[in-house]
């Protein structure tokens, strides 16, 4: 599976070209499924949020089902126990993408693996991953506590698909647990390799390397210890 982790989805050119790049072939051309089931854990999410992401009526940049798509769909991790594998397996075989929407990552990461989904991500060789915020942190082995938001104190572990962390809405306008100080005292708690990004940022993971797209801002921690600043655009 390739991975493109992004904290506000496909905000701007560079980020969508590295989705093309990803897909092989036009966004014209692919079939999309949207996961929305991020949001049913997150205290801030309502069934109103939910249908305006799968809907697209977002005011701004970020939207992910009205790109164009030849097809998009949408998988409700919560149903897909009740359905049996014989249905919804060959729907996700058959996506070209995988639109995983924000929320609670925690929560996410329990329905990936109640649903099955989690065990079948290892044969999606040609399938694209598009996260945005819990999206994206869902593939990650932490998401800190300060992110838990569904059964708080419980653990901050998620899927360990990839070896680092992720900070999103890194100095979002107005949100004043992400900022830059903030993202800071957060990776002093996550070992390992740590990004915190912008909404104009976004990291792509093809066959395990990863490499950061970005027309924002976005700062790389090692075991807690900052790289050197990276300007907006680098």
Known sequence: M?????????????IRNALVDLLGKPIAESTAL?????????????????????????????????????????????????????????????????????????YLATWMRESGLADLLPSLGDTVWV?????????????????????PGEGDETLGVVDFSIFPHLDYPGWSGNTMDRARDWATRIPGT???IDDQTAISVVDGTAGVISEGHWQLFRDGVASEPTPAGG
């Open 2 to 14: 390739k991975l493109l982790l992004t904290s506000g989805g496909v905000t701007n050119d560079s």
């Open 34 to 106: 949207f996961i929305p089931t991020a949001q049913w854990g997150q205290p801030q999410c309502s069934p109103e949020s939910v249908w305006m992401s799968v809907a697209d009526h977002w005011q701004g940049e970020g939207g992910l089902t009205g790109m164009g798509w030849k097809s998009v769909g949408v998988l409700e991790l919560t149903a897909l126990p009740s359905i049996g594998e014989d249905r919804w397996v060959p729907w996700v075989r058959d996506a070209d993408v995988l639109l995983v929407d924000g929320g609670e990552a925690v």
């Open 131 to 151: 996260g945005v915020s819990a999206g994206s942190m869902v593939m990650t082995p932490r998401i800190g506590d300060e992110f838990v938001d569904w059964k």
């Open 194 to 196: 740590a990004y915190a």
